[in-house]
């Protein structure tokens, strides 16, 4: 799990109701059910209006991330490349073929398979970058999903404390139902600007990190796989790959044997 995900939520939540009940409130104050559907309704129905259904979906798939702690796979992607680039430099880019099988991940799969079918590098580079460009544009939907709630939100928590007031407008005759009504009333700008404030933002905003870390990682692959076909020395390609690896601190490059 991502500590910081996980931490994160739990203080701005319990800062907030800790604050609540220091100020002599109570949870009940704010547990609304009425406010809560109109705010939670009014911005899913506006998100899938301007989304599509399968976005939406997938963007709430995609949440895992955002509390998962990151795989620090570009060590293990470096190994791999080395690996294949001492054994190109003995046995030629074709003697890749066979390690083609226990390749899992289907952009370095694709990659290496137009290496070993003897593809141009500067074609090559092209080809795999329609698919880089297209799966960072789709990629780029799912936090979009988020930021749009995290708009339409408060606004939608307005709409909701000014129909509580139309209703409360309606027991003047009754101040101590007045007063209730309208506390119970701004309950829905409380979960509108909660909810933007405190979760659908930031959860766009660690999205687009995780995204990013993605598609650094595809640019290595991309990379490692040209430097092969180009003949690059097993060890100008680690130091080349290394300037992927952002944060030195939490990858370090184990220790590698290279063909001489």
Same mark, same amino acid.
């Given at each position: =799990?991502?500590?910081?995900?996980? #931490? ?5 939540? $319990? ?31 506006? #998100? ?10 997938? +963007? ?31 046995? %030629?880019? /074709? ?5 083609? !099988? ?8 694709? +990659? ?13 580079? !092209? @080809? ?15 936090? =979009?999903? $988020? ?9 939608? %928590? ?7 007031? @139309? ?7 009754? =101040? ?6 309208? +506390? #119970?009333?701004? #309950?829905?700008?409380? &979960? ?7 979760? $659908? ?23 490692? /796989? ?12 680690? /130091? !080349?790959? +290394?300037? &992927? ?12 044997? $290279?063909?001489?």
């Amino acid at each position: =799990m991502d500590k910081s995900s996980i #931490v994160g939520v739990l203080l701005a939540v $319990f800062g907030i109701l800790a604050g609540l009940v220091l100020e002599g409130g109570n949870l009940g104050q704010i547990l609304q059910p009425t406010a809560a559907l109109i705010v939670l309704g009014g911005t899913m129905g506006a #998100v899938l209006l301007q989304f599509p259904i399968g976005t939406v979906m997938a +963007a709430f798939r995609s949440l895992a991330h955002v509390f998962s702690a990151p795989k620090k796979q570009n060590d293990e992607l470096i190994n791999l490349l080395l690996s294949f680039a001492n054994k190109a430099r003995r046995n %030629g880019v /074709v003697s890749l073929d066979a390690d083609l !099988k226990t390749l899992h991940d289907p952009f370095l799969k694709r +990659a290496l398979m137009l290496a070993v079918d003897g593809t141009d590098p500067s074609e090559l580079r !092209k @080809i795999m970058r329609v698919s880089l460009d297209s799966t960072m544009e789709r990629e780029e939907q799912l936090p =979009m999903v $988020f930021e749009s709630a995290g708009g339409f939100s408060p606004t939608i %928590g307005i709409l909701g404390a000014v129909l509580g007031l @139309i209703q409360v407008m309606g027991h003047l005759d009754n =101040m101590a139902e007045v007063g209730r009504g309208i +506390a #119970v009333a701004f #309950v829905a700008t409380i &979960y509108g600007v909660g909810l933007a404030n405190l979760f $659908f933002l930031p959860f766009a905003g660690k999205m687009r990190i995780r995204i990013r870390d993605g598609q650094r990682h595809r640019e290595m692959m991309l990379e490692g /796989v040209i430097s092969i076909i180009e003949g690059m020395n097993p060890r100008m390609l680690e /130091v !080349k790959l +290394a300037g &992927y690896m952002h944060d030195s601190t939490t990858e370090k490059p184990a220790k590698r044997e $290279f063909a001489a």
